[in-house]
C-alpha cells in the first residue's frame, strides 16, 4: 500500500507569503493529486499531475518521479486560499490514497 | 450541470442505530467511489463501484458496512448498528472511465452518539 506523507501539517503565514506544502510517496504511481477542502467537508480538485509541472493562477505544482515528490506552491497568497491542502496518490479502480493534509492559514 | 450531491448532509444517530447515505453521481460518471475521513485526517477509501458492479470493497471496516449500487447510478452506503468509531466525514466521489480525475461530492457529516 502506498504511504502518502505530507508537511507541514499545519502552516499559518501572512498576506502575500510564498507557500509550499510538499508531499512525499512511497511507491511508484499513475497521477498525483492536490486537493483543497474547505470546512464543511466539499473537497475540489486543484491539480493532477503525473509528470513535470503544472500552474493555475496563483497556484503551481511540481512532481519529481524519480524522487517520489511533489510539491504545492501559492504564490501571493491571500486569507482566502485558507483551507486543508490534500495531496492524493492513485486512481482509477483502486482509488485514492491520501495524506493527512495541511491545513493553511493565511493571516490578513 | 450539476456535480455530486449526497444526502443527508448531516446525520445524527444513536449508538446501534442504522444509517443510510446517498450519493448521486454525475451523469455518465461510471466510476464511484466511498470515502471516510475522520476528524482531523485524510479521507480512506471504502469501496469502488464500476457501474452496479461493486469491483473493491476491500476498504470497508467491518461487515456492518454495506454498499450498493443497483442501477449503475445511485449508490448508498449503509451502516447497521453504529457505533461511536464510525463517526466521521463520509465522502463519495465519481469519474468517467479510464480516467484518474475524481469529483467529490460534499461529504455527509455522521455522528454517532
Known amino acids: 500500500k502506498n504511504e502518502v506523507e505530507q508537511s507541514p501539517q499545519n502552516l499559518t503565514a501572512q498576506e502575500g507569503e510564498f507557500i509550499t506544502i510538499n508531499c512525499s510517496y512511497s511507491?511508484?504511481?499513475?497521477?498525483l493529486h492536490w486537493l483543497q477542502q474547505h470546512p464543511g467537508g466539499g473537497i475540489v480538485s486543484l491539480f493532477m499531475?503525473?509528470?513535470g509541472k503544472k500552474k493555475h493562477g496563483r497556484l503551481i505544482a511540481t512532481i519529481n518521479i524519480q524522487e517520489k515528490h511533489s510539491s504545492l506552491h501559492i504564490t501571493a497568497s491571500h486569507p482566502r486560499d485558507s483551507a486543508v491542502y490534500i495531496c492524493a496518490v492513485g486512481g482509477g479502480a483502486d482509488g485514492l490514497t491520501f495524506g493527512k493534509g495541511t491545513h493553511l492559514i493565511i493571516q490578513p | 450541470g450539476a456535480g455530486v450531491s449526497q444526502s443527508p448532509r448531516y446525520k445524527v444517530a444513536k449508538r446501534g442505530q442504522d444509517v443510510a447515505l446517498r450519493c448521486d453521481p454525475i451523469?455518465?460518471?461510471?466510476?464511484l467511489f466511498w470515502y471516510q475521513q475522520a476528524l482531523g485526517q485524510g479521507p480512506e477509501f471504502l469501496t469502488y463501484f464500476q457501474n452496479e458492479a461493486q469491483l473493491d470493497k476491500s476498504g470497508l471496516p467491518s461487515d456492518r458496512f454495506f454498499a450498493e449500487r443497483p442501477e449503475g447510478s445511485v449508490s448508498t452506503l449503509k451502516i447497521q448498528r453504529t457505533q461511536q468509531e464510525d463517526s466521521a466525514v463520509y465522502l463519495c466521489a465519481s469519474s468517467l472511465p479510464a480516467t484518474y480525475e475524481q469529483y467529490f461530492g460534499p461529504g455527509t457529516r455522521l455522528t454517532v452518539t
Open positions: 511507491v511508484g504511481i499513475s497521477a
Open positions: 451523469s455518465g460518471h461510471v466510476s
Open positions: 499531475l503525473s509528470s
